[in-house]
Structure formats: structure tokens, C-alpha cells
């Protein structure tokens, strides 16, 4: 027997529809305004010198980068009455999981080369399973934002959280000061893929991929050379595993350096124009290596000229207009119904471009 659907059942419940839609609409605010001031705070306490407050707050951050947000919900609602008899009613107990949902924290960031202003006062938060897009002509300062986003350059001003840590140390005037240890850190946590492979050329495939776990994160060779083959496994490379990079096509080695910074099994994987150096032909392995990791629920940032490719596998667009954010939304309202004008006249180039 057919089912017979009933469309009027959406228009008898509008009422609860609408109060659903204003109740997640309400989340979504309160929970990135809870977010950044409950970052700000867990920075101050890792920044304080003081033992009991930075232990606090490391234990506090660990807890929450390693556990899924579901834990979080059950925790605020079922947990703390069970733990402490303190009850939350069901809006608060949500909002206080979804606070921390946001991984990475670009504060007021600026980057000058000499004279020239690049970057002039991003503000951004990333959520953990995010996939943005990021758009803009040349020299909107695209990849300059991805590159100080694991300060492989360094922002002239401007503040980074990650999982709710200040990156670095703030000095007078507004700049921030790095150890070395601490970058590197960072960027076994903030995976980069570069647009023109940066490969070692003297190293095999899997001597690239191995590289990153043996020198940063002390792995033996045993285990790094497990974890190479996996993950060159995984990009459909197992059979080039032997070979170095100049007998390999673009397209190949775009997916060696995919590889590689799996290999560190970051939290975030920031993607520079990965097929802007690559034959049309070769275009489409690499973007569906890119496709099949965004499956994973990976948090990602890709700078990209592919606008077909940023519609379907973006959830947030970003478009970059003179080192600023000029519009952010969801690939539907910024590449269908762009808001600004300057955003509508770059979507008018792609003559050619159809979702």
C-alpha cells in the first residue's frame, strides 16, 4: 500500500516550525557569543603564570577538542544533575555544548608586507566540521589568510585561538610573539596542502608522508611508515609509494601532499588553491580526494577559483575584497544571491559557471 504523504501537515505546525527556526537562530548566537568570551577567558588563565589556572584550563580544552559535541549535550543535561544535582533547562544545556564548538578564533588580524596592507582586520570563528570556501580576485589576501593561520606567515597584528588557546604571546602594540615549539604545534594541528606540492624532491612518496611524524611529532619509524602507507592508501597512491616526485604527474603529487598532511592527523586542513598548478585533466582526482575527506566531518578552509566545487562541498563561503571579509554565508546565499555588489560582479566573470 502506498503511503499517501500529508503536505498540510506543514502548514498546521508553522507555529512550532517558526519557534524551532527562531530557537536555532537564538543557539547559533548566544553560543558563538559564549564561545569567544569563554576563549578569551581560557586564555587569560593559560597566559596567567599561575599553576592551578593553566592546568584548569588545559584539562578544560582537552576535554572538549576530544570529545564529540553529542557528549557535550549529554553532559550539560543529564550529567550535571546526576554529578552535582544542578539542573539546566534544555536551551541552556544546549547552548553550554555548542559554546564550544568553535576550533579556531581569528580576532582583528592584519598582515602588512612593507606599505602594502594584505590583510586589514579579519574576524572569523570556525566550527568544528565546518567546510569554507574562500573566494576573492587576486590579491584579495586569500592565501595570505591561510598561510598566518598556521603562521607560516606572521600576522603583523591580530589575535588566533585554537580550541580555546591563544596562539603565542601578545607584546605592546598589538603583535603577538611565537616560540617555535609552539608553531610547531600548532601546525601538526593545522595542516597545510599548498598549491604548488612543496614536495621534497630527493625523497620518495612515502619518505614526504613519513617526514612529518618522525621529525615533529616523534614517532618511530615503524609507526610513521605505517601511518604513510595508510594514508597514501587512502588518495589511491599505495602503488607510489617508492617513486619520487618528479615521476609523478601534478595531479599525483597534489595527492602525496594531501597525504603528507594527513599524516599529522590535524584538526583543521587548510587548502591553497590545491588545483590551480594542475592540466584540466588532472583537476578532478584531486578534487575528489578533497570531496571524499569532507565525508569525514573534517573541519577544512579551502581557497579555490573551482566555483562549481566550492557550491557543493562548502557548508560557509567566505569572499575576500581587499583584505577584508566582504560577505559570509552558505554557498546557496553568497554564490546564488550575493548581497554585495562587488561579490555579484565577480560571479559575473564565470559566464560559463552552473550549479
Not at 506543514?10 to 557569543?33: M, Y
Not at 617555535?180 to 621534497?200: K, Y
Request: glycine share 10%; with cysteine.
Amino acid at each position: 500500500m502506498a503511503y499517501v504523504w500529508d503536505f498540510y501537515a506543514v502548514a498546521r505546525n508553522a507555529d512550532l516550525l517558526l519557534a524551532g527556526l527562531g530557537q536555532t537562530l537564538l543557539l547559533s548566537v548566544c553560543g558563538i557569543a559564549v564561545g569567544v568570551a569563554l576563549g578569551g577567558l581560557l586564555a587569560a588563565m593559560r597566559l596567567s603564570g599561575r599553576r592551578p589556572l593553566i592546568w584548569t584550563a588545559l584539562a578544560f580544552t582537552e576535554f572538549y577538542r576530544n570529545t564529540p559535541p553529542l557528549v557535550h549535550f549529554f553532559w550539560f543535561f543529564y550529567g550535571l544533575p546526576m554529578a552535582f544535582g544542578l539542573t539546566l533547562p534544555p536551551f541552556a544545556a544546549a547552548l553550554a555544548a555548542l559554546a564550544h564548538d568553535v576550533v579556531l578564533q581569528v580576532e582583528d588580524l592584519h598582515k602588512r608586507f612593507g606599505a602594502t596592507e594584505v590583510l586589514r582586520g579579519i574576524d572569523l570563528a570556525v566550527r568544528r566540521g565546518e567546510r569554507i570556501a574562500i573566494l576573492g580576485s587576486s590579491g584579495s589576501g586569500k592565501s595570505t589568510l591561510l598561510r598566518c593561520l598556521n603562521v607560516l606567515e606572521t600576522p603583523t597584528k591580530g589575535r588566533l585561538i585554537l580550541d580555546g588557546t591563544m596562539v603565542g604571546a601578545p607584546t605592546a602594540g598589538g603583535a603577538t610573539r611565537y616560540r617555535e615549539a609552539e608553531l610547531n604545534r600548532l601546525r601538526a594541528r593545522v595542516g597545510m596542502v599548498f598549491q604548488h606540492f612543496n614536495l621534497f624532491p630527493h625523497m620518495t612518496a612515502l619518505g614526504n608522508v613519513m617526514e612529518g611524524p618522525l621529525s615533529v611529532l616523534g614517532r618511530s619509524k615503524a609507526e610513521a611508515q605505517d601511518t604513510a602507507l595508510r594514508h597514501l592508501t587512502r588518495v589511491g597512491l599505495a602503488d607510489k609509494a617508492d617513486a619520487h616526485p618528479a615521476r609523478l604527474s601534478g595531479g599525483q603529487q597534489q595527492r602525496v601532499a594531501i597525504a603528507r598532511a594527513l599524516a599529522m592527523d590535524p584538526e583543521i586542513l587548510l587548502f591553497d588553491e590545491p588545483t590551480s598548478s594542475l592540466d584540466p585533466e588532472l583537476v578532478g582526482e584531486v578534487l575528489g580526494v578533497i570531496n571524499d575527506l569532507s565525508a569525514e566531518g573534517r573541519t577544512m578552509l579551502l581557497v579555490t577559483h573551482e566555483l562549481g566545487f566550492a557550491y557543493h562541498f562548502a557548508t560557509r563561503v567566505l569572499f575576500l575584497h581587499e583584505g577584508r571579509i566582504l560577505e559570509d554565508g552558505p554557498p546557496e546565499q553568497v554564490l546564488k544571491a550575493p548581497r554585495e555588489e562587488r561579490t555579484r560582479r565577480f560571479l559575473d566573470r564565470f559566464t560559463a559557471f552552473r550549479f
